[in-house]
């Protein structure tokens, strides 16, 4: 039945991997003969109700979850759903806020594409200190409750309801077409400002034929960010190369994918902040047999600033409506143990 599918899929949130399956199929057998012997007393078949009213009787899936664990803890099983909870939000957060200043700081000292990897590189350290430090704070701080505080626990599912139980999690399907679309825009995307940097501008038709065109991609843009956008565009395909070759591994792929959205966010934040995407680039016109002067005054006078404002309100909006994005998807992440009680 599908509510006894959901309660032990709502025990094994709070189970390890490595026993999750074997105690999810003891619960179940469980529950099933439960509702045979009850269904015996009753002298009917057995229905939503009595599953219902024995799923009830169990309590809370947090709580049948901790009585597996009989080993002792230095944070016990009925407070750990809840620090593992707090925990995450808090690594995230840490995280987020190291960033969000490290680009700041790159952002302000006028950065350019180089000395931004090497910021990235010589952080990775400062960051994982921080974080090692926020986990040791967390651990002490739990088991420090847990010893002075009487009967301490952090219990989100006091008031449990069967109402409150989520639904039974689907198969994971991964969607080849989707990594194999994204594989193949990168690819071409690094093809392109790498090697055809001097083709991206505008072009113009007369009677559909080629009559003009002029190369638009600024040098200070592709100094300032080429290597963070071939280092952003590299993680992409390793990403999707290796969610199409180990499908089973899906469920760490979600997490990197919200990694890597923090650092879309921090780019475009560098965008917001860093030289014009467009703009006449004398190395490009040369190679198209132009030089400065063979460019129409409407490009610099309208049109590049035009496209340049442009592009920058787009910035803005991605840039907003990707951290809103963000900030749910990590929210659902992070809580898949905690119970939202509507009141």
Known sequence: MKLIDRYVNAVGKHLPRSKREDIQREIRSLIEDMLEDRSQQ???APDETMVAEILQEMGAPSNVAASYHANPYLIGPKSYPAFMTILKIVLVVVTAAFLFG????????????GSILEGLVTSIPGLLSGLVQAFGM??????????????????FDEDWTLDDLPEADEPVQVKPMENIFEIVFTIAALVMFNVYPHWIGAFTFNDGTLASFVPLLSAEFLTAYLVILNVRWALGLGLSFT???QPRLEQYGKWAQLALKVFDLGILWMFLNG???????P??????GMTLNDVPGIYTDMIIPIANNGLKLAFIVALIVGAIDLIGKLVKAVRPQMVVLEK
């Open 42 to 44: 009753a002298g009917t």
């Open 102 to 113: 490290m680009g700041m700081s790159l952002v302000l000292e006028g950065s350019n594409g």
């Open 138 to 155: 967390m651990v002490i701080i739990f088991a420090i409750l847990e010893r002075t505080v009487p009967d301490f626990k952090v219990d």
């Open 243 to 245: 969610m199409l070759w």
């Open 275 to 281: 030289p014009q995407m467009l703009g006449l680039n």
């Open 283 to 288: 190395t490009f016109l040369s190679r198209h």
